[in-house]
């Protein structure tokens, strides 16, 4: 199974550390009761435990939920610690937080509005 998520309207990131333990539904029920965001929105949602060398990622795809986990062989994610929060990530932040980056990258050029001349 390869499926494009590129055009995935959101991409969530749960910060802080989720139990690794809970499967589809329980990470369902802690998005929709602890974040207050819909699990059946076009959104991926990540979560990481608190080794931070494995992810989880949940994704419904318009008739069920597909869920991704991944353990890192090598290295170790630069998960945001803050227990409480839930972050909007564009696909930049996302290639950088699965490549062992900081989501903050302050000397990256970051897109600019447009100007008045």
Known sequence: MKQDYTSVKNIYIICGKTDMRK????L???IQDSFELDPYSDSIF????????RYKCLYFDGNGFAMLYKRLDNG???W???EREVRNLSQQELRWLLEGLSIQQPKAIQSSSEGIF
Do not use: H
């Open 28 to 30: 369902a029920t802690l």
């Open 46 to 53: 990540l979560f990481a435990g608190g080794s931070k060398d």
């Open 80 to 82: 945001p610690r803050n």
């Open 23 to 26: 499967g589809i539904d329980g």
């Open 76 to 78: 170790k994610l630069q």
